[in-house]
């Protein structure tokens, strides 16, 4: 007799382990390609509502094939999102956080000063192969030093023995030809012209009545300005502030216009004393009379060399002020480090003309135990201190220490900083 079928008892039916699967169960999901579609437009937006800083990176970059097909990219996008008002959110923003706002391209003409004249003026600038010439002098940088002072060491410590050899690789061994253009002010002996020492201030700081001294410069100032500002104030009698501008420098006024920032900050703030340092970024093409010239061309090294100038008598237009520029230490990269020996040429032969302005050469006080760029200088005691950073360009707390001590004692040679201080 065939058994009957019996249905199972609910009550002793295994338990589903989850939810019961439908084909035509449809979850409120979003689907892969929705999402990517809103990454996409929110990319495009970002770049569009970008499209002005985008554009100004664009522009700053070294003149060259990669500049150009960057701007070509951008100038377009950028025209269109201004002309729709894409751009005026990113604008709102920058301005609620206190964040300069810059139209592209835009600069000031405080660069666009005259040459001086000479035998090459109206030529037509060149890309000439001699802009590549080394222009150091053999031992000039322990030679001499503004306004007659001793070859500059670790503060405390006394002046290696000169023993004649090359300071560092890379350095010319006898026939170099100086930066063309660059030879004016210069004596027939082939060294580079110093400072005359200006006149000193003819009245002393005190706590109430402290002298006013104000730092500028590129990303170098980054790393010792504010231990110059903190050693300043420790004197009792000097009032000092500092800023600086990364990547910047004289030649690129589109990307930051130190000159406009000058005039702005100079009679604003102004200082009895200013120290400057620049040229980091400065070894590179610059736009004469609508023409590329190349680094160190007979062109490059005049309108340079005008930059220069026009920087320094923007800072001392007061008879009473005193500008103190500071050269480029050694570097690590001997071609690096060639180029910066070679704007600093400039910045002693430019500092020279000019009474009230003085040339800080501060490659002995960062040369190594081998002559060339090292980390690790010895201080006062005859220890090793860290003085520069891993990067091999910028300074180290403590080399930050050593350059601000060093120009603070350059300062003190003008004025009398010890009379008004407090015991």
Sequence with gaps: MPASHVPPDPSTAPAESGPRLDATDRRNGVA?????????????LAMVGNSQQLLREA??????????????????????SSAVGLHLPRLWVDEAFGRSVVDPGATSDEFAVAAEPDSTAGATPT??????????????????????????VAPGAQPAPDDGASSEAGTATGDEQPVAGASDGADNTG????????????????????????IMGDSMVQFFGHVMVGLADD????????????????????????PARIVEVIPDTDPDAVVMMYGGNDAQALVVDGQIARPFSEDWVQEYSARVGHVMDLVTTDPDRVLIWVGQPIMESPDYDERMQQVNKVF?????????VIYVDTRDLFRGPNGGFSRYV??????????RLSDGVHLSTVGGRWLSQVLLDELGGLVDLMSGAPS
Excluded: N
């Design 32 to 44: 892969a390609g929705r999402v990517l579609l809103a990454g996409a437009l929110g990319l495009v």
């Design 59 to 80: 522009q700053q970059k070294p003149f060259g094939w990669e500049r150009d097909a960057s701007v070509a990219v951008w100038e377009p996008i950028e025209g269109a």
């Design 127 to 152: 890309e000439q192969t001699s802009s590549e010439l080394v222009v150091a002098t053999p031992g000039i940088e322990a030679d001499t030093q503004p306004g007659g002072t001793a070859p500059l």
């Design 191 to 214: 060294e580079t012209p110093i400072s005359a020492p200006p006149t000193t201030v003819a009245w002393f700081p005190t706590p109430d009545d402290p002298l006013r001294l104000h």
């Design 235 to 258: 004197t009792g009698v000097i009032e000092a502030s500092s800023e600086h501008q990364l990547s910047s420098g004289l030649s690129r006024p589109d990307f930051y216009d130190w």
């Design 348 to 356: 002693a032969a430019e500092a020279a003309k000019r009474d009230r």
């Design 378 to 387: 010895a201080d006062a005691d005859g220890q090793l201190a860290d003085v």
